[in-house]
């Protein structure tokens, strides 16, 4: 599920929202300005670590690495159609005459691949630790609407219902001979009608169950001054973080536009003079 | 004096109240006029679409702000003209709880749900913390705070969607059939416990139910609606000991007692009242009964026996055990037989694995341990496709399998994927629709049509394929007693007439001890009674146990029994009018 909250009490845990998100937006900064693979390749351990310490399950980041794999392949293999080769020695080509592959290219097919995976592992990181519920107060917090905020809460909050909902129609209509694990695909989408008819219909009942209750809950008496119970705040402990992590980012910004350094060669050719 | 006035003051008031839904060709109520005193019970009852909802509707403005449509005459409550009110404001001081527990769920969390509406009034942090805590102590609620709503039973969940309702603190509660989703105990910890909240907060109940002889002693006043207006009105003693028959005759359930005493008295035992409960039933008919007294029991109670039957069986369960795959263990270690010409009531609390059992029959799941056999196929390799075959299984709800344009159609579906010739469909999709007596709406679109019919056309749909068992969960949940004894009578009838197997699962004990002829009782996830029902009910301890109680009228007799040796094992009104007949008036 792509909201799933793993509740705990690590550091990731307790920063603020608002933290995260900054984070997040540093740590982009941060990875646009590295160019070398194996700088990026360091970067994913310490989001291993982070996962880790986290105490999330390292077999929910194998879940999600599993998926991305064919991306990872489409990365490294396009970059040798779209980057040209710089001078550089061509090894071989990997059509008759297109996509050379050097080693400037592999380097950099293999960071942005990298940066890929990073990308999803920081941001699944993000909401393995924050709940819906704090995200949401983070939306209020900066001026969306109570209304959306609550939508949106009440919305995620359906998706295991409707997950049941579905699995129920489903058995339903293998109890009357439906094969819905057939192979061929077209046979397959003709034999999913019977599911996805009763399904629109439970979920456009559910809408309006949801809209019933939530007018008997008193939500449209007075949305700007409802109260929202957890509250959230900036601790000192978001500063700290914050202020290490943008330091960080600068600093490897700075070094970047000033220096030169953490190009796609950078360990290879420039510090361990490799190549 | 003043207060005193204030005290009496109508909250509600209905005069000449009458509405029609949007697209609605009848007016779903129709000239009613109801007052509603502050900190009285009412009780509203009445056969299903007879109005019972909309009329609590229009009490928090959901009628006519929500759903739109016209309403004439006039509402008002707490002196404030619905019509001009906006619902909003109005569910700030009406509290309502809807019928479905699970359509009323809306939050991650317990918690989050009951705090949903103390956030909406806007009321401060500290205390919806501390209302919070107090509402889930008082519903003992407090171990599934951090749950998902919709991963509870039936049962939790109507008990949270009430503790999100008294969350609120309003000053009426309206609650439409509260205790739908619940078994005999449970039913009755909610009735108490509204009770307590009546008289410690003074707060104004409107509850719709169709469980008349539970709330005898909590309503103030019964109202009766049929067709959109008031039929009868009054205090639940005079209502339902004195109009028991009508009440009875318009497909409502009058207390057991009250009426076996009419029918007592129509056939000339004398009476002065009539009763509504076990005791007030011993105390009217001491005279008499006194005289019936024997010094030996006539009906000595037997041991649990297992079931037993000369014919060989058709589905053997052998120390089956289900386990979902989020480490539940829903069915432990079960064995059971079924016959053919069985007819079977499962029985049990919320969550104790009759649905799971059932399921593991047509291969829906397949046992984690054990082995189903089916007719002779092994149910854990054969797949669904052969099974159902032999075992049709009719979900509870219509709507999660109709799709099809008309009712042909969703009755030729099973043939089709079972390959059955095209010249065969005719005559079995005739045969079947004559037999649930749907065959003039052969050419109607399934979702045009009542629930009722709605329900006939899913139980066609599986019979089409044949079946010798039909397996049908929880048909009767959600319908009014009327409706429920139609579609137990339609089960007979395929019983008796087309000599099908029927399995299905209930909370009303009544239809079970009325119509099966045998009773299966389970108890987290074992099965720990089984036999016929007139021995089953017998077992008051062990069913207390599982949170069931045999009805009402072998309550009686079960102190009929204890007091003057009379026969234990009577289970319905009519087996005990002829059986005490033939005693008191000879």
Not at chain 1, 20 to 37: G, H
Not at chain 2, 520 to 534: N, Q, R, S, T, Y
């Amino acid at each position: 599920m792509a909201f799933e909250y793993i509740p705990g009490q690590s550091l990731m845990h307790r920063l603020d929202p608002r933290t995260k998100v900054l984070f997040f937006l540093l740590v982009t900064v941060l990875i646009m300005v590295i160019y070398d693979p194996i700088i990026m390749f360091g970067l994913l351990c310490a989001i291993v670590l982070m996962y880790r310490l986290s105490g999330i399950p390292l077999s929910k980041l194998w879940g999600i690495t599993k998926a991305l794999l064919p991306v990872f392949i489409m990365f490294l293999v396009l970059n040798y159609f779209v980057i040209p080769p710089r001078g550089a020695t061509v090894y071989f080509y990997l059509l008759p005459g297109v996509a050379p592959v050097t080693i400037e290219t592999t380097l950099i097919g293999i960071t942005s691949a990298l940066r890929f995976v990073l990308f999803i592992w920081l941001s699944r990181l993000l909401t393995f630790t924050t709940s819906i519920s704090e995200i949401l107060i983070a939306m209020v917090k900066m001026r969306s609407p109570p209304e959306i905020a609550t939508s949106l809460g009440i919305a995620f909050s359906s998706v295991p219902l409707m997950i049941n909902q579905f699995s129920t129609v489903i058995q339903a209509q293998k109890s009357r001979g439906s094969q819905i694990e057939v192979r061929n695909p077209i046979k397959k989408g003709i034999s999913f009608i019977p599911v996805v008819v009763p399904g629109i219909y439970l979920t456009i009942l559910r809408g309006m169950n949801v809209a019933r209750t939530v007018e008997a809950r008193a939500f449209t008496y007075n949305p700007k001054k409802r109260t929202f119970r957890k509250k959230i705040q900036l601790s000192h402990e978001d500063y700290v973080f914050l202020m290490i992590s943008g330091l960080f980012t600068a600093a490897a910004a700075a070094i970047r536009v000033l220096y030169g350094w953490f190009d796609y060669t950078f360990i290879l050719r420039d510090v361990l003079k490799l190549i | 004096m003043w207060l005193a006035m204030t005290s009496r003051a109508p909250v509600i008031s209905c005069k000449g109240l009458a509405y029609k839904y949007p697209g609605a060709t009848d007016p779903s109520l129709n000239g009613i006029d109801l007052e509603v005193k502050r900190g009285e019970i009412v009780l509203i009852t009445g056969p299903t679409g007879a109005g019972k909802t909309t009329l609590c509707s229009t009490f928090n403005g959901l009628v006519p702000h929500f759903y739109g449509g016209r309403l004439e005459g006039e509402v008002t409550v707490l002196g404030r003209d619905v019509k001009e009110t906006s619902a909003g404001y109005l569910s700030t001081k009406v509290g309502m709880l809807f019928q479905d527990p699970s359509s009323q769920l809306i939050s991650a969390t317990v918690e989050d749900e009951v705090a949903f509406g103390p956030e909406n009034l806007g009321i401060p942090v500290e205390e919806i913390a501390q209302r919070t805590d107090s509402v889930l102590n008082y519903m003992e609620l407090n171990g599934l705070r951090e749950r998902p709503p919709f991963a509870l039973s039936g049962g939790q969940q109507q008990a949270v969607g009430l503790a999100s309702v008294i969350a609120m603190k309003p000053e009426i509660l309206v609650l439409d059939e509260p205790t739908s989703n619940l078994d005999p105990v449970g039913t009755l910890s909610i009735f108490a416990l509204l009770r307590k909240i009546s008289r410690e907060e003074e707060n104004t109940i409107v509850i719709v139910e169709h469980k008349l002889q539970e709330l005898v002693d909590i309503a103030d006043r019964i109202v009766v609606i049929e067709g959109g207006k008031i039929r009868l009105e009054g205090p639940p003693r005079e209502i339902l000991a004195e109009d028991a028959v009508i009440l009875h005759e318009r497909g409502l359930q009058p207390p057991q007692v009250s009426l076996l005493a009419h029918k007592l008295e129509e056939a000339g035992v004398p009476i002065e009242k009539i009763p509504l409960t076990v005791s007030e039933f011993l105390d009217t008919f001491s005279g008499p009964l006194q005289a019936l007294k024997r010094p030996v029991a006539e009906y000595q109670e037997k041991g649990s026996e297992p079931y037993q039957t000369e014919s060989r069986p058709i589905i053997e369960v052998e120390n089956v055990s289900f386990q979902y795959p989020g480490g539940v263990v829903a069915v432990r270690d079960v064995s059971v037989k079924f016959y053919k010409e069985d007819f079977v009531g499962i029985i049990g609390q919320n969550g104790s694995g009759k649905t799971t059992l059932v399921k593991l029959l047509n291969g829906l799941l397949k046992p984690t341990l054990g082995s189903v056999r089916v007719f002779g196929l092994d149910a854990r390799q054969s797949p669904i496709h052969d099974l159902i075959r032999y075992v049709g299984y009719v979900f509870q709800d219509p709507d999660s399998q109709l799709f099809s344009k008309t009712v042909y159609q969703e009755l030729s579906f099973g043939l089709k994927n079972l390959k059955v010739p095209r010249d065969q469909w005719d005559s079995r999709i005739n045969s079947v629709a004559k037999m649930l007596l749907i065959d003039s709406l052969l050419k109607e679109a399934p979702y045009s049509l009542s629930r009722g019919d709605r329900q006939r056309v899913a139980i066609a749909s599986v019979l089409v394929m044949e079946p010798q068992v039909v397996v049908v969960d929880e048909p009767t949940t959600g319908q009014d007693p009327r409706k429920r004894r139609e579609i137990m009578e339609l089960m007979k009838v395929l019983h008796d007439k087309f000599g099908k197997t029927v399995i299905f699962i209930t909370h009303d004990m009544d239809l079970v001890a009325e119509y099966a002829k045998r009773c299966i009782v389970m108890k987290e996830g074992g099965i720990v009674l089984d036999g016929v029902p007139h021995q089953v009910f017998l077992h008051y301890e062990e069913l207390e146990k599982t949170h069931l109680k045999p009805p009402m009228i072998t309550l009686l007799f079960k102190e009929l029994g204890k007091r003057y040796g009379l026969r234990r094992d009577i289970l319905t009104v009519d087996e005990a009018l002829g059986y005490l007949k033939s005693k008191l008036v000879s």
